[in-house]
């Protein structure tokens, strides 16, 4: 797909993850317009090149500003990042899922071609399946993960139904530079200080964990998808690798050359032990695969 001068709108494009695909949007020639209401991202990740609304992608005024942007292809990014405040409050996920469902509702009104959602490996809960392939199960357990799938399955509806074209990604644990929320983050703020961070449980749990420089290209390799109709277009992003969490803690400590022991606390119910992800289908497809390792990757964002 030519990207240059395309209309193109991102939610939660001062986020983490939504900045890196906004910066690279820009670099090659989008027009971008971006939907944020900042309660996690900030005003000083948004590119000066992008129309910036602040707003909630729950309120009324999304199909009016996106008939005035006329966009092509809308990424959906905006959502809770945050499982255990899920399981703490099961009201707060569906302020997300009703949010991404009156933007699906707005670009089926203006004849939007494409929407890109993210969505989380996290769906497949405590899977004995690893590295975990697509048509794994769901299992939903917590308000996180049902969110999650009942947006793809929106997204799914809205696609039969409204011939949408869509690709909806199932995220590993992203890391990268921007990054404020999650355990790595904490670890690096807490070594850093000379402080200890906390770890939930033992530190045997794993994540899979992939660096966002790869996970933007994802993105952006997905404009050029079709679908053969062959498969559903719902694809693993992550490298297939386990780390559990104290392996993390003393690479972090070790890259920053500190001494540091974390504190251990009770886990928090809802957690997924294991995780590792399968993305045969999306080099298949796609073409993608990670390029960045967990070290190099560690490296960039503790050297800066």
């Known amino acids: 797909m030519k ?35 900042l309660s996690t991202g900030l005003k000083k990740n948004l590119n000066s090149k992008a129309i910036f609304y602040k707003i909630d992608i729950n309120s009324p005024r999304v199909e009016e500003i996106i008939k005035k942007e006329k966009p092509e292809i809308i990424y959906l990014l905006a959502c809770n990042t ?6 703490e409050d099961p009201l707060f ?5 009703v949010g991404n469902l009156n933007i699906m509702v707005a670009a089926k009104n203006n004849n939007v071609k494409k929407i890109i959602a993210i969505s989380s490996g996290f769906v497949y809960g405590n899977t004995k399946k690893l590295p975990t392939p697509e048509n794994t199960e769901i299992i939903p357990d917590n308000p996180y993960i049902i969110n999650k799938s009942s947006t793809e399955k ?49 530190g045997n749990k794993t994540r899979d964990y992939v660096y966002v420089g790869d996970v933007t290209r994802a993105n952006i390799m997905a404009l050029d998808y079709k679908n ?29 050359n500190k001494k540091s022991t974390p504190t251990y606390l009770k886990d928090r119910n809802g957690e997924m032990m294991r995780f590792k992800l399968s993305t045969v289908k999306a080099k298949k497809y796609l073409g993608w695969e990670a390029k960045i390792k967990l070290n190099e990757g560690l490296n960039i964002i503790l050297n800066k």
């Open 3 to 37: 990207i240059k001068n395309k209309n193109i709108l991102v939610t939660g494009g001062a986020g983490f993850i939504g900045s890196h695909l906004v910066d690279k949007l820009i670099e090659l020639g989008a027009n971008v317009t971006v939907l944020d209401n």
């Open 82 to 87: 945050i499982v255990p405040k899920s399981v």
């Open 93 to 97: 996920d569906i302020k997300s899922l």
């Open 154 to 202: 929106y997204l799914e509806f809205f696609g039969k139904t409204y011939n949408i074209d869509y690709v909806i990604f199932r995220y590993a644990t992203v890391y990268g530079p921007r990054q404020i929320g999650g355990a790595m983050a904490d670890y690096i703020r807490c070594i850093r200080d000379n402080k200890s961070a906390f770890i939930y449980g033992d």
């Open 228 to 256: 053969d109709k062959t498969h559903t277009p719902i694809f693993n992003i992550g490298t297939g690798v386990e780390t559990t969490l104290n392996n993390l803690y003393s690479k972090i400590s070790n890259i920053l």
